[in-house]
């Protein structure tokens, strides 16, 4: 399966909550694992689970809620806040996210989801507020997140903005490449750099 980015169209969850920090996105206590899969199941646990009962998931929290569904996760500004644990960009993906779009980003996470292939998002305050009342006022709305243009853009009204990324990380996320991957593509200039003469 690929892993590469372009443009992804589709209809996201609308997560308001602020200064949402990596203990609450995955808590501590589910860090054992050393692979990358089945992590999704305990994304933001203690919200979702009254008493940490998977029978008795919390109705008011969104990603309970029937009606909000989507490869895309809009938060509140200040996201992946918090200890630098690789695991929260491992539990939103694992959980079927492929792109998180908020207002502020903590840098470390920022990091660590792009290295994983979760696609971070930055707009503005104004912007962020239009999506999530586009998305509340009617959950069928759709998000076009565009990589190689870098814009995103709420389907229904038009309306889009730009977004920034670092250039390495575009290369790699458009193509599908790990940092080692990347390496490897780039090797026949690599062997051709060192054959010269200096």
Not at 57 to 69: A, Y
Not at 98 to 118: G, R
Not at 170 to 189: A, E, Q, V
């Amino acid at each position: 399966m690929s892993k590469a980015i372009n443009i992804i169209k589709n209809t996201c969850v609308p997560l308001r909550n602020e200064n949402v920090d990596t203990d609450q996105i995955i808590p501590a206590r589910f860090l054992k694992g050393t692979s990358r899969d089945g992590f999704g199941k305990n994304l933001f646990r203690d919200w979702r689970y009254e008493n940490n009962d998977e029978a008795q998931p919390k109705k008011d929290f969104i990603l309970n809620n029937p009606s909000f569904h989507g490869k895309i996760l809009v938060a509140g500004k200040n996201f992946g806040c918090g200890s630098s644990r690789e695991h929260a960009a491992w539990a939103l993906k694992d959980a079927g996210f492929d792109v998180v779009v908020s207002s502020f980003f903590a840098d470390i996470f920022k990091s660590n989801a792009l290295n994983n292939f979760l696609l971070p998002v930055q707009v503005s305050d104004t912007f962020l507020q239009k999506i999530f009342a586009a998305v509340e006022a009617d959950p069928t709305s759709l998000l076009e997140i565009n990589l190689a243009d870098q814009y995103i853009r709420i389907m229904a009204t038009g309306e889009h903005e730009s977004f920034e990324i670092n250039h390495y990380k575009k290369t790699c996320l458009l193509n599908g490449y790990d940092d080692i991957d990347f390496l490897l593509s780039i090797k026949p200039d690599i062997e051709k750099f060192e054959t010269q003469e200096r």
